[in-house]
């Protein structure tokens, strides 16, 4: 999206945007660079770029992913999604997952983005569940800040992006749902 605009950011620039929403981005590079994007017109700009791949190659789950959400289901575990994507664009992203979830918390509903933990706070309350009680499944440096500074106990996905997640309470390189089930009991 900022190529499009003449701006070439380095790789590092672009592991910041995991976990913001776009405008937060988009404001934060204007912030380092001085520039004036308007950060809603660049956001929905993305939205329709991600929305056009998307039509082109439908996103997959991470393997196991479904088959967790369904061991939870039977276990009557509470699910919720929560994502700093629009809700049209997180829809199309995971409409292979999204009947798992009882909760949906998009970027509409909130108004700060990781690493505030708003939006976790926002999907515990409407499950109505105390933080402690909750688990994030996390692949960004910025949503495991988010989840921790919220209270809320983390496991993080490595997907090989080169994120620091340390400080998740756990990093896991895939999805067992045999071996995750078990933080549940």
């Known amino acids: 999206m900022f190529s499009q605009h003449g701006v070439v950011l380095a790789e590092a620039e672009l592991k910041e945007q995991s976990g913001r929403t776009n405008a937060s981005f988009v404001e ?3 912030r380092r ?3 004036d994007f308007d950060p809603k017109v660049l956001a ?3 939205d329709q770029l991600v929305l056009a791949e998307l039509a082109a190659a439908p996103a997959r789950p991470y393997s196991g992913a479904i088959e967790l959400l369904q061991k939870l289901g039977k276990l009557g575990i509470k699910r919720a999604i929560s994502t700093t994507a629009g809700r049209n664009t997180a829809s199309r992203m995971g409409e292979l997952v999204w009947p798992y979830f009882e909760v949906i ?4 509903e909130i108004t700060k983005s990781k690493p505030d933990p708003e939006m976790f706070l926002t999907a515990a309350k409407e499950l109505g569940l105390p933080p402690a009680d909750c688990v994030v499944f996390e692949d960004a440096k910025n949503g495991v800040e988010a989840a921790k500074a919220g209270g809320f106990f983390c496991i993080a996905r490595d997907n ?11 990093v896991i390189t895939a999805y067992n749902p045999q071996e995750l089930a078990g933080y549940f009991s």
């Open 44 to 46: 929905a700009e993305k």
């Open 28 to 30: 934060i590079i204007n």
């Open 160 to 170: 090989q992006a080169g994120q620091d997640l340390s400080a998740a309470d756990s």
């Open 33 to 35: 660079y001085g520039y």
């Open 105 to 108: 918390v998009c970027r509409e």
